[in-house]
C-alpha cells in the first residue's frame, strides 16, 4: 500500500496526535526530518497503530537508570517547594507552617512518591507523568507523613528520621492538628482533580489507615487468628495507601481495567514486601539506622510476622505473645524464641513472596523503559534483606 504525504500533512496528524493522552510532541521533529518514518507514523495513524509503532520507533529518552534518579529528584520538589506552596494557599498561619516544614522536609526515604511516580509512567507508552499524577504521589506522601504524625503522639515516640518526633518539638495539640491540616490540604488538592473514581480511591485509603490503627490492638483467640489480623492490619496501615495511589494513577492513565488491576498489585505487593522488612528491621537493627527507637513493636505489646511465624512451632512464644509482652523477660526470651524458630528468614521469604509478585505485575505495564525502571526501583528497596 503506497502513501504519498507532504511536510505540512505530517504536521496536521501531528498536532491531533498531541491531543491523545501519552504522545509527546518533542518527538516530531526527529520524526519530520525523516521521511521513511513520516510515511511509516502516517500509515500507523491511519490503522489506529500509532502508539504502538511510536514504541518501536522512537528513541529513548532515558534508561532505566535516569528514571530512578528523575523519580527521587522529582519527589523531592514535589514533597517540598509544592507542597510547602500548598500549605501556604490553603491559609495556615505561621506556626502551622513551620511544623508542616518540620515534619515535611524531603528527610524521608519518599518510597511512596517515587513509586507512585514510576508506576505512572510505566502506564504510559510514550510520556512522563503528567500534573495530575504527580499530585497523587505528592498526596500519598502528605497522608503517610500525617499518619507518622499521629503514631508518634500516640505511642510516645522521641524519634523519626533521625531528628526529634514533631510533638517534642512543637507540643502534642499543635502536632495533632498540624497532621490533620495535612490531610485536609491533601483531600483540597484531591478534589481538584475533580474524577470521582480516584477520589474514592485515595479516601478508602484514608480510612483504611484510621481502620488499621483502630484494629491493632484487637487480639486474636489463636495464633491463626492473630496472623490474619496482622496481616489486615499490615495492608490497612501501610499498603492500602500504595495500593490506591498506584491504582490512580492508572485511572488518571486512562488504562483499561487489567492494567489498573496490575498497578493496584504493584502498589499493594510492595507496601505488604516493605511493612514485612520493617518489622524484620525492628527486631535486628540500631536504633541509629532505623531512625527511630528499635523493638519498638513489642515494647508496645504488639505481635509482628517475626514472632507470629516462629510462634507456630513455639508453645511458650504463643503465650508470650497473649500476654503482650508484659512480664519481666518477656522481649528478651521473645527475641531468643525467634532466632531459635527462624521468625527473621520465615519473614524475610514471606517478603520475598509479595517482592516477587509486585515486580510479576510491573512487567505488564505497557511501557518497557518504566517498567524496568520500576522493577529496578523495587528490586534495590526490597531484594537486599533476601
Not at 57 to 63: A, G, I, Q, R, S
Not at 276 to 297: C, F, I, M, N, W
Not at 361 to 373: G, H, M, T, Y
Request: hydrophobic share 40%; with cysteine.
Amino acid at each position: 500500500m503506497a502513501m504519498s504525504i507532504g511536510k505540512q500533512s505530517l504536521k496536521v496528524i501531528l498536532r491531533s496526535c498531541e491531543k491523545i493522552n501519552g504522545f509527546q510532541p518533542l518527538f516530531a521533529p526527529k520524526l519530520i526530518n525523516n521521511a521513511t518514518k513520516r510515511r511509516e507514523l502516517c500509515l500507523a495513524f491511519a490503522c489506529n497503530k500509532w502508539q504502538k509503532h511510536i514504541q518501536q520507533h522512537l528513541p529513548t529518552e532515558y534508561t532505566p537508570e535516569e528514571l530512578i534518579t528523575w523519580s527521587r529528584t522529582e519527589a523531592q520538589e514535589l514533597c517540598t517547594k509544592r507542597l510547602q506552596n500548598a500549605l501556604v494557599e490553603s491559609g495556615g498561619h505561621q506556626k502551622t507552617l513551620e511544623c508542616c516544614t518540620y515534619v515535611c522536609d524531603g528527610s524521608g526515604k519518599l518510597i511512596r512518591p517515587q513509586l507512585v511516580l514510576l508506576t505512572a509512567g510505566a502506564c504510559f507508552e510514550n510520556s512522563l507523568p503528567s500534573s495530575d499524577q504527580k499530585t497523587i504521589a505528592m498526596i500519598a506522601e502528605v497522608i503517610h507523613t500525617a499518619s507518622l504524625v499521629h503514631d508518634d503522639i500516640v505511642d510516645n515516640a522521641e524519634l523519626r528520621r533521625k531528628k526529634p518526633s514533631s510533638h517534642l518539638v512543637f507540643g502534642d495539640t499543635l502536632t495533632t492538628f498540624v497532621a490533620d491540616y495535612m490531610i485536609s490540604v491533601s483531600s483540597q488538592l484531591l478534589a481538584r482533580l475533580r474524577n470521582p473514581r480516584v477520589i474514592k480511591l485515595l479516601s478508602q485509603a484514608m480510612n483504611d489507615i484510621v481502620r488499621g490503627e483502630l484494629s491493632q490492638q484487637k487480639q486474636g483467640a489463636n495464633l491463626k487468628e492473630q496472623f490474619s489480623l496482622y496481616m489486615d492490619k499490615t495492608f490497612a496501615k501501610t499498603a492500602s495507601l500504595t495500593t490506591n495511589a498506584c491504582a490512580a494513577v492508572a485511572v488518571l492513565a486512562k488504562c483499561n481495567d487489567q492494567l489498573v488491576e496490575n498497578a493496584r498489585n504493584i502498589g499493594k505487593h510492595v507496601g505488604l514486601a516493605y511493612q514485612l522488612v520493617d518489622d524484620l528491621l525492628d527486631l535486628v537493627s540500631t536504633e541509629e539506622k532505623l531512625g527511630k527507637p528499635a523493638v519498638a513493636d513489642m515494647k508496645l505489646g504488639l505481635a509482628t510476622a517475626p514472632a507470629l511465624l516462629a510462634a507456630r512451632d513455639s508453645a511458650k512464644l504463643q503465650v508470650i505473645i497473649q500476654r503482650r509482652y508484659s512480664q519481666d523477660g518477656d522481649i528478651e526470651n521473645a527475641l531468643e524464641l525467634i532466632e531459635k524458630y527462624d521468625g527473621i528468614q520465615k519473614t524475610r521469604d514471606l517478603a520475598k513472596e509479595h517482592t516477587l509478585k509486585a515486580i510479576e505485575n510491573a512487567r505488564q505495564l505497557p511501557n518497557i523503559v518504566f517498567a524496568e525502571a520500576l522493577h529496578l526501583f523495587i528490586e534495590r528497596l526490597l531484594g537486599r534483606y533476601f
